[in-house]
């Protein structure tokens, strides 16, 4: 059965500081990963996503992600955080052959000036 | 435009109302999703449509009931609602199959009294 776990539960970072956000997955095959944004009382937005490929991929508003096969992780890294990236992170997998995505828990990120 | 819009954003109403939610999408998406998610939790997987029919049902009581009358739209009544069952409620759209990126509305936020 699919799981994702994101260990950090909130994370607080200076403006300007890099960040990364980890995320690690239980899946038996080559799994789908996602990196959603949630502002407080939004849907969620797309950031990044890895189907195959190149390890690291690029998303939007500067941020990346590198998965690693041998450590069945998908972190999440932006190499300087602005204040309006405070919100809550989820990273998600998807199942072969099924439409479902299953979510970690969530990582809040505050930014402080 | 890979916008999923949601109607209404909110949405109060008794224990003995009957209401419901609106979802439309127009990015050609044959796959459709109702989340619910509650405060600092991560969405849960509520139906699942894949080319308007039903696909998943996580065990959702009948007390929600889906409707996908197009491609582009999806429904869900509410009737009997509980307390616990206010939440902010998120539709999804995504192409058929696990390879796709979901995409999200912004929510109707739903407070049964």
């Known amino acids: 059965a699919q799981s994702v776990t994101q260990p950090d539960i909130h994370i607080t970072v200076s403006e300007g500081a890099s960040l990364e956000l980890r995320c690690n997955y239980s899946y038996g095959a080559t799994p789908y990963l996602f990196w959603y944004v949630q502002s407080p009382g939004q849907g969620l937005q797309l950031l990044l996503k890895?189907?195959?490929?190149?390890?690291l991929v690029q998303g939007i508003k500067g941020f990346e992600a590198e998965f690693k096969r041998s450590q069945s992780s998908f972190n999440l890294r932006k190499p300087s955080v602005h204040w309006s990236d405070a919100a809550e992170y989820f990273c998600?997998?998807?199942?072969?052959?099924?439409?479902?995505?299953?979510f970690g828990t969530g990582t809040r990120l505050t930014v402080i000036p | 435009d890979t916008e999923v819009t949601q109607t209404p954003k909110h949405l109060v109403m008794g224990m003995t109302n009957k209401k419901s939610l609106k979802c439309e999408q127009h990015?050609?998406?044959?796959?459709m999703y109702w989340y619910k998610q509650k405060a600092k939790k991560p969405p849960e997987l509520m139906f699942v449509y894949s080319y308007e029919k039903l696909s998943i049902n996580e065990s959702v009581p009948s007390r929600f009931s889906p409707e996908c009358p197009n491609s582009s739209l999806l429904n869900l009544h509410l009737h009997a609602l509980q307390p616990e069952d206010s939440a902010l409620y998120l539709c999804?759209?995504?192409?058929?199959?696990?390879?796709?990126?979901?995409?999200f509305g912004p929510g109707t936020r739903l407070t049964v009294t």
């Open positions: 990015m050609g998406h044959r796959a």
């Open positions: 999804a759209s995504s192409g058929a199959g696990p390879r796709h990126e979901q995409y």
């Open positions: 890895y189907f195959s490929g190149d390890t």
């Open positions: 998600a997998v998807g199942a072969t052959g099924a439409n479902n995505l299953f």
